[in-house]
């Protein structure tokens, strides 16, 4: 099973609990809770930031056919520091661990698909990594565009500026040049 079949499954209704519609600025998940659900963005999107010295750091967007997680909590089922908000209306479908992790073992292929999906999310984690270790934020704003060119129509510069690390001046620069 592809992630592809993942997302029919989900768009199929055969995982999921419930939908949700968060308003804009919305909190999916708040600072310091436990949070074990997958998350599927039908629409909208979302971003995921940790509070560092009373300072917002963006790691992550999610946005359609999205799929995501605050993987820390998931796994351990304890509380994370991560920040789930919405950026914009954003509709998502809420899929509950105990019913993924049955579906996940109920099947090999399944198992298969659940391997794939964490190869991906430790992918994107290297990914992150990388942008953060380039010192250039020419080349930063470069991976990134270059990784994902949809980010940029969906999410405010502000909110990317901050997930790269620069200012909203400096990142209106780089789109200039």
Not at 71 to 79: G, I
Not at 80 to 85: A, N, T
Not at 129 to 140: A, F, G, T, Y
Request: charge should be positive; glycine fraction near 2%; hydrophobic fraction near 40%.
């Amino acid at each position: 099973m592809k992630r592809n079949e993942l997302i029919a499954l989900i768009e199929n209704n055969q995982l999921i609990d419930r939908e949700m519609i968060l308003e804009r600025n919305a909190f999916l998940k708040p600072a310091g809770s436990i949070d074990t659900n997958i998350y599927f963005v039908e629409e909208g999107s979302l971003r995921v930031y940790i509070l560092d010295e009373n300072e917002e750091r963006t790691i992550r967007f999610g946005y359609q056919n999205n799929i995501l997680v605050s993987l820390d909590s998931f796994l351990t089922e304890k509380p994370s520091e991560f920040v789930i908000q919405a950026l914009k209306k954003t509709r998502v479908k809420v899929i509950p661990k105990k019913g993924f992790m049955e579906f996940i073992y109920r099947d090999e292929n399944n198992l298969k698909l659940w391997a794939k999906i964490l190869e991906d999310l430790v992918i994107q984690q290297i990914e992150r990594e990388k942008d953060l270790l380039v010192s250039s934020p020419k080349e930063r704003y470069e991976r990134v565009l270059r990784r994902s060119p949809i980010l940029f129509q969906e999410v405010s510069n502000r909110h990317i500026a901050n997930y790269l690390r620069m200012t909203p001046e400096t990142l209106s620069r780089l789109k200039k040049s």
